[in-house]
């Protein structure tokens, strides 16, 4: 016997049915993939199948988790368990809450800054001393010189020189400070347009910024020489001079690791 119901009544039907029907194929998507966890530490238990499940691929960006009742239902725990472990899960970027008719909890994948400031932490509450970051300076600094003097852009050398302005006119203030130079050795990194160099370089600004602050305190006339140097070394990316770009800051890193080896020299 035919439908008595209008087209356009069926299209009302099926419009209704939608966020249903997407609940059910996230929830076919996710089928198996979750376990019930012990109450002890049941939030961060979650957070970690879902990070494993991301890593391993089961879970791609865009993925929408299941409902929070389903979640509920698979691993055995409150709804206020599960509201943690997804503030847990959006706060390390790998899930983005949406609210309304469509939303939920989707699969994303987390920034640069996030992922920088992730390793920052790590690094922030380990026995990093001043000359092990020196060091470490030295070596990564200079590593990626190459790859600087080569990818330059016209935009990032004209970043580079408003930064070496700011720091001149930040001296003549006597307004300088070291976050200012440590925002320059950022900026001259991001050069390389290398996204995981520009990770490893949010994460270390922490250090940076302790090594730099020491040498300061070694030196607290620093910074004349220092960002004069910093001009020097813009100069020498623009022209591709390699060589001329190493040695400029390979004797710039080097007098901070004098200085917070209780060596001091020359104030700059």
Not at 31 to 45: H, I, K, W
Not at 159 to 176: C, F, M, N
Not at 186 to 209: D, K, W, Y
Request: charged share 25%; with cysteine.
């Amino acid at each position: 016997m035919p439908s008595s119901k209008s087209p356009a009544s069926q299209n009302d039907t099926a419009a209704k049915q939608t966020p249903a029907a997407s609940r059910a194929r996230a929830a076919g998507k996710t089928d198996g993939m979750f376990s019930r966890v012990n109450l002890g530490r049941a939030s961060q238990v979650i957070v970690d199948q879902v990070r494993v499940l991301i890593r391993d691929g089961k879970l791609a960006p865009t993925d929408r988790l299941p409902s929070e009742r389903d979640l509920c239902e698979r691993f055995g725990v409150s709804r206020v368990t599960v509201r943690e472990a997804l503030r847990v899960l959006e706060a390390s970027g790998l899930v983005e809450i949406r609210v309304g008719a469509r939303g939920g909890a989707f699969v994303t994948s987390p920034s640069n800054e996030q992922v920088g400031k992730g390793l920052a932490d790590l690094l922030t509450l380990s026995p990093l001393t001043a000359p092990e970051v020196t060091e470490a300076r030295m070596v990564f600094e200079l590593g990626i010189m190459p790859l600087v003097v080569e990818r330059a852009t016209a935009h990032d050398i004209a970043a580079l020189r408003a930064l070496v302005e700011e720091g001149q006119r930040a001296l003549e203030d006597d307004t300088y400070t070291m976050a200012m130079s440590a925002a320059f050795h950022a900026r001259v990194a991001a050069c390389t347009h290398n996204t995981a160099i520009e990770m490893l370089v949010q994460s270390f600004h922490g250090p940076l910024l302790m090594s730099l602050q020491e040498a300061h305190d070694v030196a607290p006339i620093m910074g004349h020489r220092g960002t004069g140097e910093h001009g020097d070394l813009v100069d020498a990316i623009e022209r591709r001079d390699l060589a001329k770009a190493q040695s400029i800051m390979q004797q710039h890193i080097q007098r901070t690791a004098d200085r917070v080896a209780k060596a001091p020299i020359a104030a700059e």
